[in-house]
């Protein structure tokens, strides 16, 4: 080894710096990418855009925490009605995917503090409002909104994902569907939707409104205060903010 080396070990040493160094390279070296569960066909916030690019709010967000993390992540496409089981089974290290904290999910995965809250909508013509016993509401698969419906007892047609409501609707399978607000959006803007004449109404029911968090490997608890702290960062230093205006037309709370 080169002499200046050694004397620069030597002084390393002396001063207590060699040991938390060769520890913080063996950290380093050591932390693998973190495994991410994402959906992809949720607009605006997660969705394969027109050029097959993984894309939206909560794709941007997740991007965003790992930056924060210094540290890589690997995103993989998991079913909405999977994401909780695959996240509960260590498949996955956390989640990215607009989930409300219920006491159900609690009991199976970890979760962060919120990043923003949500709101559900009804959507339906005038004369079939919620709880309609002429409503059939389309719904996806494992989400708040599906387990609503089937706690209430209303008529559900149950979906794999938020974009297959529109051909639900235009096919007579459903004639109302019950979504996030944040996808109300886009449905309602979307051709076929519109042209059925759909109105939104609030659901203000505590079961479809709450806390959004990222769900968390329940044997990573390490993580949660991690993700906190990243959270806390993109919040400060205004990537929140950014990716918001990108992806929606209001402030997230």
């Not at 063996?26 to 894309?55: C, Q, W």
């Not at 909405?80 to 695959?86: H, M, P, S, Y």
């Not at 996808?183 to 519109?194: G, M, Y």
Request: charged content about 20%; glycine content about 6%.
């Amino acid at each position: 080894m080169h002499q200046p080396m050694l004397a620069l070990l030597y002084r390393l040493a002396r001063y207590g710096l060699l040991t938390a160094l060769l520890a913080g390279s063996a950290l380093a070296s050591s932390e693998k990418e973190f495994r991410v569960a994402v959906i992809g066909s949720s607009p605006p916030m997660s969705y394969i855009d027109e050029n097959g690019k993984l894309t939206g709010f909560n794709i941007e967000m997740g991007h965003a925490l790992c930056e924060a993390m210094q540290t890589r992540c690997d995103f993989q496409l998991v079913p909405l009605g999977k994401v909780v089981d695959t996240v509960a089974a260590g498949e996955m290290d956390f989640a990215v995917v607009s989930l409300l904290a219920t006491p159900e999910r609690r009991k199976k995965v970890l979760f962060s503090k919120p990043y923003y809250r949500s709101l559900s909508i009804w959507l339906g013509k005038p004369e079939l409002p919620p709880g309609s016993p002429k409503a059939t509401a389309a719904a996806v698969t494992g989400s708040a909104q599906a387990r609503y419906l089937e706690t209430v007892g209303w008529k559900m047609h149950a979906v794999a994902s938020h974009t297959e409501i529109p051909a639900a609707l235009a096919a007579g399978k459903a004639n109302a569907a019950v979504v996030p607000m944040l996808t109300a959006l886009p449905l309602l803007h979307d051709d076929s939707v519109r042209s059925l004449g759909l109105e939104s109404t609030i659901l203000s029911d505590p079961l479809l409104t709450g806390d959004v968090c990222i769900s968390i490997n329940p044997k990573r608890v390490d993580l949660v205060e991690r993700i906190n702290s990243a959270i806390d960062q993109i919040k400060r230093d205004g990537r929140f903010d950014r990716i918001n205006t990108k992806f929606l037309p209001f402030r997230l709370q």
